[in-house]
């Protein structure tokens, strides 16, 4: 209270956070780690605050029922850690913790193609074809660059098979021929 700006308060606002996070608190980490970069923006450890922003927030959605379920990251919406994490590598590119981040970006986007396709999958099991072809085109848009897109096509094809659309579902096939010609290729 009596140096509020000194270099020891700066760096028990950091530790705070982290003993928040460590004490699995993600939203006192998150506040902690917001009162700081607020605080501080041009602070030399900023880029590991942003970082430890991003893994609180990433670990904000497990709670005890995530840990009872053993509920993977896939069935999470990440998109506010993959934010953070994109922040700190267009912020601090050469940072220690870019290519850390740059892996969890990764591992986020690899996980939402993934959820994406579980729940097309599991529209076409229960015969609601038109949803399942909605949630495949976005994987096979969105997430063209997964290995998860070849999968969102056969969905596709099925789909457009059920229900007896024979263009469409010649026009998907051929794709998927040509993407197995190019991998053999």
């Known amino acids: 209270s009596r140096y509020p700006f000194g270099r020891y308060a700066q760096q028990a606002q950091i530790e705070m956070a982290y003993a928040a996070w460590k004490d699995e608190d993600p939203e006192a980490a998150i506040q902690a ?37 053993k509920q993977d990251i896939s069935d999470r919406d990440a998109r506010d850690a993959f934010d953070v994490f994109k922040l700190l590598v267009e912020k601090y590119p050469d940072s220690r ?64 098979a059920k229900l007896g659309m024979k263009d469409r579902e010649a026009d998907v096939r051929r794709v998927i021929q040509m993407n197995k010609d190019r991998k053999l290729d």
């Not at 607020?38 to 995530?66: C, M, Q, W």
């Not at 913790?97 to 999958?121: D, F, G, I, Q």
């Not at 096979?140 to 096509?153: E, G, H, I, M």
């Open 33 to 69: 780690c917001d009162r700081f970069l607020r605080s501080y923006p041009n602070h030399p450890a900023s880029d590991y605050v942003l970082y430890l922003k991003a893994l609180a927030t990433l670990n904000e959605d497990e709670g005890f029922f995530a840990r009872l379920t």
């Open 97 to 160: 913790y870019a290519p850390e981040a740059r892996r969890r970006m990764h591992e986020l986007v690899l996980a939402r193609a993934n959820h994406e396709l579980k729940v097309a999958k599991f529209y076409y099991e229960r015969h609601g074809y038109v949803a399942a072809i909605q949630r495949a085109q976005r994987v096979v848009t969105d997430y063209q660059q997964t290995p998860y897109s070849d999968d969102a096509l056969k969905v596709l094809a099925d789909s457009y």
